[in-house]
Every structure is written in C-alpha cells, then in structure tokens.
C-alpha cells in the first residue's frame, strides 16, 4: 500500500524556521518525482519545491528561493523541506507528492502526481 506522511508543520513566528518531513511507506522514492506544494484559503495549490531523485534535479518558486532547501533522506525514505526566514505569506497547507513518471517540465504541476500526503498546516504569525 502506497502512503505518503507529512508532517513537521506549526505555529511559528516571522523569520522563524521549521522543517517539514515526507515518509514513503510501500515504495521507494527511487526514480521518482516530489513535490512539495501548498494550498492557501481561497487560492490555488502551487508548487513549492520538487526534486528529481533520478538525476538530483531541483525547483524552486520563486516566493521561496533561498529560504526553503529540499532533500531527501534515501535511508530514510524521506523527503524533507526546510524551511527558513518563515513569511507571514507562506502560511498554508502543504502537501508533499510523488510520482514515478513526470517529466521535470512537468514537476510543478499538482494533477501530474499520483500519490498525496494528507497534509500539513503551517501559520506564520507576523
């Protein structure tokens, strides 16, 4: 059975730093695409961060570059999103995804992945 479990989000003031972690159970995250995207009220979900753990290829928004870093744990089988200098904007819910067939273009779209986490709540108070 193929799950996806994020977790690591909060409550956290500007400027502050959380760490958000994404645990495969059933597969492994071998040659596969993650994404990490979030979903405020009211707004579409977007892409946050994704990387390739074919080739190590990785993306950013423009809104997080150089504050949020993806990695990956291969040990582990887990994806994690550091987050750092937290904005009041950043607060959403986010979700990490993956799947085995996307092409990198194609990393950034949310109906490309198959498989969901159930979500993590991240407030930024100002």
């Known amino acids: 059975d193929v799950q996806l479990q994020a977790s690591g989000g909060g409550l956290v003031q500007a400027g502050g730093s959380l760490r958000l972690s994404c645990a495969a159970s059933?597969?492994?995250?071998?040659?596969?695409?993650i994404g990490w995207f979030r979903q405020a009220p009211g707004k579409e979900r977007e892409a946050v961060s994704c990387?390739?753990?074919?080739?190590?290829?990785?993306f950013y928004g423009d809104s997080v570059k150089g504050r949020f870093t993806i990695s990956r744990d291969t040990a582990a089988n887990t994806v994690y999103l550091q987050m750092n200098s937290l904005k009041p904007e950043d607060t959403a819910v986010y979700y990490c995804?993956?799947?085995?067939?996307?092409?990198?273009?194609?990393?950034?779209?949310?109906?490309?992945?198959?498989?969901w986490g159930q979500g993590t709540q991240v407030t930024v108070s100002s």
């Open positions: 995804a993956a799947d085995p067939s996307i092409i990198m273009s194609s990393m950034t779209l949310p109906h490309e992945y198959d498989y």
């Open positions: 990387l390739s753990t074919t080739d190590d290829r990785t």
């Open positions: 059933g597969f492994s995250f071998d040659d596969y695409a």
